[in-house]
C-alpha cells in the first residue's frame, strides 16, 4: 500500500563502485538493491538505480555528464527528489565529484551517502594532540551530503517512508546529520531495513548472494559491518529455491555467495543449516550448481579440514577466496590477524605453526580439486584464489617468504585447477583497529580522498625505507596482474 505523504517523492540511489578508474555498475549494486528491497517492503515504488539494474550492465561506465543527464529526465516531473550515493573508502573521490556536482545543477535535491566507506570513529588523536576527523565528519563538514548513513540502511527507508525527505525528523541509529551550529548529531549504526525476502543479483548465469554480515573472527584490519544482520533458514531455503530453479541447468550457472565468512564456525549458521536442508531433500543433488564463497583459511587447520574440503567438494563448491594475508606471525600480531583451531575460535593471534598449517591445508585442497577432476565430463573447473598483504611491519625476510609461497600456490595451478595468488598493500580503512593503532604512520589520515587512491600509496616514510619503496611499488601497480618475479625483484631493490 503507498504511504501517505509521499507522493511526488523520489528516489534516485547512485552506484559509486569503481573499477580501473571508471564508476561500474553492479560493484555496489547489492547495496542498492537492498536498499530498493527496503523501500518496496514499506510500499514505496518511486526509485530509480543508477546505472539502472536493468540486466545490470557490467561494465558499463558512469562518467558526471551522464549522471547529469540521467538525473535531468529524473527530477523533471518529481515535486522532491533525494538522492543515495553508496561509496566505499576507494570509491570517495568519485562520490565527492559527483555530488559536488549534485550540489551544483540540483540544488534543490537532498543528498545522502551511506556504504562500506562512511563511517563514524570514536575521536582518534594523533600524538601531536591533533584531532583527526571521521568520514562523517568530514562529509558533512564539507558539505558532501545532507546526511550520511553508518551500518545498514534502515534509516534512510525511514527517512523515505516516515519522514517524506525531512532530514531533520529522522532520530534513529546510524543517521547523522549536522544540527543549527554545525554540529555532527546521531549516534551508532543503521539496522537492515526489513524486507520480504533475500534480495540477490542476477548477471547472465551467475546470482550473488548475502545472507548475513558479520564473520565471529575480529581481525584489526577488516572493515565488515559485524554481526549487522543474518537471515533464518528458512529465507535462506526460499531464496535458494527460487536461485536454483532460475539458473539450474545452464551452463555456465555460478551463485555466488558474498557473506564475509560464511563457512566460520558459529553457534547457529542459517546458512550452512540451509544447505543441510536442501541437500537432504535432494535438491542440491537435482540442480548442483557451482558456487564460489569467501574463507577465512584457518578455517582449514587442524584434524577436521578434509572433511570440511569433501564437504564443500560435494557441495559444489569450484571458487575459493582465502584471505591468507601473511606468512608471519609478528605482522599477525601487529596487524590483529585473528584464528580459529580445529574449528574453534581462539583471541590469541596466530602460531608459526598455524601458518605452516594453514599453507599446507591450502595446498592439500588444491592438490584434492585437481585429482576431483571428471575426464567423462571434464568438470567442475577449480579456482582458488589467495590474498597476501604487504604491511609497515614486513622486512626483507617476511616478504620474501611471501614469495616463495605465492610460488608453492602458482605451482598448483593446471589442468581443471587455477591458483591466483595475488598481493596488496595493508589498507588502514577508517573504522578499524589498524588505523586507530597506527595513525601517525598513515599519510594524510583526514583526507577522504588519500586512501582512496591507491595508486599513490597510504603509508609514510616513517615506516622506514625498505618497506616504504615496497610498499609504494605494489600501490603503484594496484590492480595488475603481478608476477613473483616482479615483486621478488621490487624486494630486493628496495632492502
Ligand atoms: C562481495 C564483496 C565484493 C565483491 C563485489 C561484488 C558485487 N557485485 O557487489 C567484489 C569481490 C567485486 C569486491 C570488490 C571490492 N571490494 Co568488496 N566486499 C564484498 C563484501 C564481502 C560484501 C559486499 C556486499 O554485497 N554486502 C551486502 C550489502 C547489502 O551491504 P553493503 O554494501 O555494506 O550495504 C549496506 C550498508 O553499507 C548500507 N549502504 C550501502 N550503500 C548505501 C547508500 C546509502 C544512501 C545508504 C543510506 C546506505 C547504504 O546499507 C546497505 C544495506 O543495509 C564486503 C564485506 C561485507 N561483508 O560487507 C566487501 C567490502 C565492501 N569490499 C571492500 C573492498 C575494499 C573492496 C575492493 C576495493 C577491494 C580491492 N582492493 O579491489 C573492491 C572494490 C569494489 C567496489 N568498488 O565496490 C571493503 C570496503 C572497505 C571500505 N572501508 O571501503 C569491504 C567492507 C571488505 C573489507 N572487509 O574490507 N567486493
Ligand atoms: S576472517 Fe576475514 S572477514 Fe573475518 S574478521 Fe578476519 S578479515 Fe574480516
Redesign the pocket.
Known amino acids: 500500500m503507498p504511504i501517505r505523504n509521499t507522493s511526488g517523492l523520489r528516489v534516485v540511489l547512485v552506484n559509486c ?3 580501473a578508474g571508471k564508476v561500474i555498475a ?6 542498492l538493491t ?2 530498493k528491497a527496503g523501500l518496496h517492503a514499506r510500499g514505496f515504488e518511486d526509485v530509480h538505480l543508477l546505472p539502472e539494474q536493468e540486466g545490470l550492465n557490467f561494465g558499463l561506465p558512469v562518467d558526471l555528464a551522464r549522471l547529469q543527464t540521467e538525473l535531468h529526465s529524473i527530477c523533471r516531473d518529481a515535486d522532491q527528489v533525494v538522492i ?3 561509496t ?4 570517495m573521490a568519485w562520490f565527492l565529484k559527483a555530488s559536488s556536482m549534485v550540489k551544483k545543477e540540483f540544488p534543490d535535491v537532498k543528498r ?6 562512511v563511517v563514524r570513529e570514536e575521536p582518534l588523536y594523533l600524538t601531536s594532540g591533533r584531532r583527526i576527523l571521521d568520514p562523517v565528519e568530514q562529509i558533512l563538514g564539507r558539505g558532501f551530503a545532507d546526511a550520511a ?1 553508518w ?3 534502515a534509516p ?1 527507508v525511514e527517512l523515505i517512508c516516515d519522514h517524506a525527505g525531512d532530514i531533520s525528523a529522522v532520530h534513529s541509529p546510524g543517521f547523522y546529520c549536522l544540527d543549527g551550529s554545525e554540529k555532527v548529531v546521531g549516534t551508532g549504526r543503521g539496522r ?2 526489513s524486507v520480504e525476502a533475500i534480495p540477490y ?1 542476477v548477471e547472465g548465469d551467475r546470482v ?1 548472494i ?1 545472507t548475513s ?1 558479520g564473520c565471529p573472527n575480529s581481525c584489526g584490519y ?4 559485524k554481526g549487522s544482520f543474518g537471515f533464518s533458514q528458512a529465507m535462506i531455503v526460499s531464496a535458494l529455491r527460487e536461485i536454483y530453479t532460475k539458473i539450474g541447468g545452464r551452463a555456465n550457472a555460478l551463485l555466488k555467495i ?1 557473506d ?1 565468512n560464511p563457512f566460520a564456525f558459529s553457534g547457529q549458521n542459517s546458512l550452512q543449516a540451509a544447505f543441510n536442508h536442501l541437500t537432504a531433500s535432494g535438491i542440491e543433488d537435482q540442480y548442483n550448481i557451482p558456487k564460489s564463497a ?1 574463507f577465512d583459511p584457518t578455517l582449514f587447520i587442524g584434524p577436521g579440514s578434509i572433511q570440511l574440503f569433501l564437504k564443500l567438494i560435494k557441495l559444489g563448491v569450484v571458487g575459493y577466496y582465502f584471505g591468507f594475508e601473511t606468512t608471519s606471525v609478528k605482522v599477525a600480531a601487529k596487524i590483529g590477524v585473528k584464528a580459529k583451531r580445529n574449528g574453534i575460535q581462539v583471541d590469541l593471534p596466530l602460531s608459526q605453526e598455524d601458518i605452516r598449517n594453514t599453507a599446507a591445508a591450502i595446498l592439500g585442497l588444491g592438490r584434492i580439486l585437481r585429482d576431483n577432476f571428471d575426464p567423462i565430463y571434464g568438470k567442475p573447473v577449480y579456482r582458488i584464489k589467495i590474498s597476501l598483504m604487504a604491511t609497515p611491519f614486513d622486512n626483507r625476510e617476511t616478504l620474501l617468504r611471501a614469495c616463495d609461497l605465492i610460488g608453492l600456490f602458482d605451482s598448483l595451478s593446471g589442468g581443471v585447477l587455477t591458483v591466483i595468488p595475488t598481493i ?1 598493500p595493508l589498507f588502514p ?2 573504522g578499524t583497529w589498524v588505523r586507530r593503532q597506527y595513525l601517525d604512520l598513515i599519510r594524510e589520515p583526514d583526507s577522504l580522498t588519500a586512501l582512496g587512491d591507491i595508486s599513490q600509496g597510504m603509508w609514510k616514510p616513517e615506516i622506514g625505507d625498505g618497506i616504504f619503496k615496497v610498499l609504494n611499488s605494489l600501490s603503484e601497480h594496484a590492480r595488475e596482474d603481478l608476477s613473483v618475479e616482479w615483486f621478488r625483484g621490487v624486494i630486493e631493490g628496495a632492502f
Open positions: 563502485g569503481q573499477a553492479g560493484k555496489r549494486m547489492m547495496s537492498t536498499i543515495g550515493f553508496s566505499t573508502s576507494e570509491d545522502v551517502v551511506g556504504g562500506p566507506g548513513v551500518g545498514d540502511a534512510f537492515y531495513p543479483l550473488s548475502i554480515s577488516c572493515s565488515i559491518n558474498d564475509s569467501f596488496t580503512f577508517p
